[in-house]
T-cell receptor, first 114, second 115 residues
């Protein structure tokens, strides 16, 4: 059974640019959540996708957007990058959208905005 | 709104001694509670969860956690610490009564186990 994978591992972008991060969910999982983890902080919820629909969103501006594909893989897009967007971006999948399900995390993408 | 507090930035314990990592939570309804561990340059790894039932929950690698509703706490424990347990530990909560799907994390507690 393949776990959650994310690409790329590291990324350096310039302020104002756009970035796309990718996530492949664990086999059999239909729900994907994205988190931003700033240095020294706990992960903060960005949004969640269930069967290709966004069904939950945290306190992030619209320039953070996402997609989920029919195979349940997902993308996180961030437009107009700001310095404060520098963080570890974590993708997590779960077998359902219910609150009782634990989430399985990928290794993350480290984004640096200069 | 839901929230989690981990009052200790760091916990130091000698190998072989018991360890406790503290967590308190705030939700409007009934909570689902989780513990995750993060090793350097790695994603989060699920340890255990409380949904309902017994207040003492057993999880991976010998860890357990005690749910205390009156104190709104969910402390992580292990009877005998290992050096390899040194990592960053996160407590997280979901409020299922309000249909809140967001998983809210604490800021994390660094556990350092000395040989």
């Amino acid at each position: 059974e393949t776990g959650v994978t994310q690409s790329p591992t590291h990324l350096i972008k310039t302020r104002g640019q756009q970035v796309t991060l990718r996530c492949s969910s664990q086999s059999g999982h239909n729900t994907v959540s994205w988190y931003q983890q700033a240095l020294g902080q706990g992960p903060q919820f960005i949004f969640q996708y269930y069967r290709e629909e966004e069904n939950g969103r945290g306190n992030f501006p619209p320039r953070f957007s996402g997609l989920q594909f029919p195979n349940y893989s997902s993308e996180l897009n961030v437009n107009a990058l700001e310095l404060d967007d520098s963080a570890l971006y974590l993708c997590a999948s779960s077998p359902g959208q219910g609150a009782a399900y634990e989430q399985y995390f990928g290794p993350g993408t480290r984004l640096t905005v200069t | 709104a839901q929230s989690v507090a981990q009052p200790e930035d760091q916990v130091n314990v000698a190998e072989g001694n018991p360890l406790t990592v503290k967590c308190t939570y705030s939700v409007s309804g009934n909570p689902y509670l989780f513990w995750y561990v993060q090793y350097p340059n790695r994603g989060l790894q699920f340890l255990l969860k409380y949904i309902t039932g017994d207040n003492l929950v057993k999880g991976s690698y010998g860890f357990e956690a005690e749910f205390n509703k009156s104190q709104t706490s969910f402390h992580l424990k292990k009877p005998s610490a290992l050096v390899s347990d040194s990592a960053l530990y996160f407590c997280a909560v979901r409020d299922w009564d309000s249909g809140y799907s967001t998983l809210t994390f604490g800021k994390g507690t660094m556990l350092l186990v000395s040989p």
